[in-house]
């Protein structure tokens, strides 16, 4: 069964995440001689190549000055017929050779030291996992594979990268030594290699394999320094995110045709917090933002509204929203159709699959309970969501063009509090921060099962020291916090329309009766038990707040009532209660459904001339921020 949210791979629509990054990397190309045979070599930088290629047919020219510019010009001339694309190619492997030439190999490199290197990462290459990882350093220093990548030409400071890279994906604890090791040179090793070997791609040069390598392989490690923890990686991550050059650099690489190139670019700037809004169809005018409240199985009722609006549109729902948030059952919902970019009808497939298995009661449940205060086993949500999920990690989707912005909330327990936390597939831009604290480097099964442990159903989840509960504890419903998200990720975008899912709005009877039964499985639990109810139930608190702030016609809040109140029924006939619930509510919320279809649906010209304006007003923002020392993207918002 394919799973609700597969890994990064070759994209997050079917390989899994569990390569690393030089399996991702394309295939190498060779370069054949005159003679038909490969050149020689493996260390030399790109004009090095061209110069023992040029030697050899030089020499079937009869000349033997292939070390003068002028001599490699006619020589390439010869084989190209053309002067000037020759004298351009030369220019611009000289352009490589001057912009990524190591900073000190000719001052203090010598060829036993270069041998040396190359030899080490050798090895560090082969380490394929976290535990080999471990054993490599007490013989190896990482600061002498730093130290390559700043040193060695071509194939070797590729390698550097490319291993560098590796590690940070492995140990994410380790991306913090990366920083610090030889002296901070990472920063100047990655800015000098991406701009340079830009410069030769913008003058029309053939790029060796090696350097689309270093393209890659850079451009991914820089992504993952940037989400490194703590006061050292925040520091690193505004440093770059303010570098111009830099940023103009991966922007262009990310819209190039090189796809591996523009996988790791496009997260790269993710990480970096470059948040670039499209509108996804015409006439759009803002953010458009989707919430989806917890509740367990009273999801089916989010299923048949979503559904709905599908019928209506003729898209999938990732193709209408900018921002995707959701608490708990919600949280699965929001990855399954925002991350993993399923069907709702795929969703609905696997979530009935899902709710089978771990809401199943058996005769140990209760005394289960007495022990481990989880009346449900979690070790089968677990297995569930880590074979549905892979080794996904969040912000590893933004290398999907396209891909909306998603988080799910949790609530993270303290000592003396509870507050809110978000798992996210993005990063502010600098200047904007979240109330929240968030993680956008967390695998997703570990993220979902947090926002999924249900106080009494399910055991806590520890997460990097910290103990996680279902985000229903702080936000049921999640509206509110996917507004404030969005308006840190995208300061200055106006929003344009908020659709709020509740998952069952509860008759008080209902909640009572569920209430009274409940009690022989509470076991001592009954007040947190009791919280957690009202909590499900009682979403419409959030609602009222927004009706007040936003106007009819950009805020939808669509809550059927249910006769339902349980979040962990099953039994068949009240599921079926449940799509009978939703679907009279459909049909009595005709024409509000009908009004939503309206704003979500492409608009005429005279909308067209806004979304011209728009486009015109990010250009010059782009190019006043490249030119502009003064100008500070922060203080400038554009809107329609």
Known sequence: MNGFIDGLGGGFGGRKRDRLVEDRLPRRLIVVSETGSPPEGGRGNPLSSLLRTAGDVFKKLGAQDD??????????AAISTDTVSAASAFAAASTIASHTRSFTKSASLTDEEEAQLLEELLLAKEVRTPEALESFFPKYDLARIVKAARVLDGRGRASALTTLANFAVLK??????ILLADHGSITESISRILVGIEAAWSGGAYLPACEIEGIVSGTHLLGSLAITRGEVGTEWRRRLAQNKEVRRVIRKFANGQNESAAR??????????????KPKVAGQTGLRILSIDGGGTRALLTFEMLKHIKKLMGKDIHEMFDVICGTSTGAIIAASIGIRRKSVEECEK???ELIGKVFCKGPMATPKMVLTRAYYDSKILESVLQRECGKGVFIDSTAEEGMPKVCVVSSKLGTSDVTCHTFRNYTYPV????????????????????????????????????????????????????????QSIFPGIPIELVVSMGNGLAEPKFVDLWKEGSKDKQLGWYDILDSYIYAAVQTEDVHHMLVELLPPEKYFRFNPKTRCAGIDEVRPEKLVEMVDDANRYIEASGERFRRLSEILKPR?????????????????????????PVFREEEVATES
């Open 67 to 76: 070390d003068s510019k002028s001599s490699v010009v006619r020589m390439a």
């Open 172 to 177: 994410p604890d380790y991306r913090r030594n």
């Open 264 to 277: 790791a670019a496009r997260r790269a700037l993710a990480t970096l917090g470059v948040n670039e809004w």
């Open 604 to 628: 005429g010209t005279r909308h067209f001339w806004n979304q011209i304006s728009y486009s015109i007003g990010m250009e010059v923002r782009y190019v006043q921020n490249l030119f502009d």
């Open 431 to 486: 200047g904007s921060e979240s109330r929240f604290a968030g993680t956008p480097d967390a695998q997703l099964w570990e993220a979902l099962r947090a926002s999924s442990a249900a106080p009494t159903f399910f055991t806590e989840k520890l997460l990097n020291g910290t103990l996680h509960a279902d985000g229903a504890i702080v936000a049921n419903n999640p509206t509110a916090v996917a507004i404030h998200e969005a």
């Open 350 to 352: 696997l979530y009935r």
